[in-house]
């Protein structure tokens, strides 16, 4: 089944399985456009290296956390990255880039958020950086907890498996929003119910409940308040 980014999706999930008690859902690209502004961000920090990520470079790259992206650009460019130096530019670029844009959540988010559920953040991004793009759009306080994999060294797999632990439900009780692929089958595996955000970036098979066409116009696609 195949929704809009703009359809009122949990009426549909509610109508799906009575048992959704709790949302998780990624953060880049799947409660906004934001992605791109994470690579604008990294090549800022670049420049001083005369390093430019393409659109090529950024496919390789895509998914993978800070550390071993910067890894991978060290090998790729034979450069040598100092971390905490290009990592607090990198992030502070990516929020400055967003606080100064007029992006806001895809239409979804709105009326997902109204519901009478609980709504976690489980995201490869930094706590901090999301609690400062939430709080801009005026929804932090929406979310439970905001579980930054990239702070608590964990992968996703993990927190997903132990569900009971960080989000106090079962996987039957819980419903993923993910535009990753792999994410959203390992949370189908394990039972809980999937949405996944196609942004058109992903040719990977992906066993979902539902899906959500964003497309690549992310500009067009962002709900602006």
């Not at 489980?122 to 702070?151: C, P, Q, T």
């Amino acid at each position: 089944m195949t929704l809009k980014h703009n359809f009122f999706i949990l009426k549909s999930v509610e109508e799906f399985s009575k048992k959704i008690k709790c949302v998780v859902l990624d953060f880049d690209n799947t409660i906004a456009a934001t992605e791109q502004y994470s690579w604008l961000a990294h090549n800022k920090s670049l420049e001083k290296y005369g390093v430019y990520l393409n659109s090529q470079c950024i496919k390789k790259y895509i998914g993978h956390p800070d550390n071993e992206i910067f890894a991978m650009i060290e090998q790729d460019f034979n450069i040598k990255i100092d971390y905490k130096t290009h990592y607090s530019e990198r992030l502070n670029n990516y929020i400055d880039l967003i606080l100064n844009s007029n992006l806001k959540p895809y239409c979804y988010i709105n009326d997902l958020l109204d519901l009478d559920l609980k709504f976690y953040i489980l995201s490869s991004n930094s706590e901090f950086a999301i609690r400062k793009i939430l709080s801009h759009w005026g929804i932090e306080n929406k979310f439970e907890k905001v579980y930054s994999m990239l702070d608590m060294n964990l992968k996703k797999s993990y927190v997903l498996e132990n569900s009971k632990t960080f989000f106090g439900f079962d996987q039957s009780e819980i419903v993923v929003f993910e535009d990753s692929p792999n994410t959203i089958n390992l949370a189908n595996s394990l039972g809980c119910e999937t949405v996944y955000i196609d942004n058109g970036d992903n040719n990977l098979k992906c066993n979902y409940n539902f899906k959500i066409d964003v497309g690549s116009d992310y500009a067009k696609e962002s709900t602006r308040i």
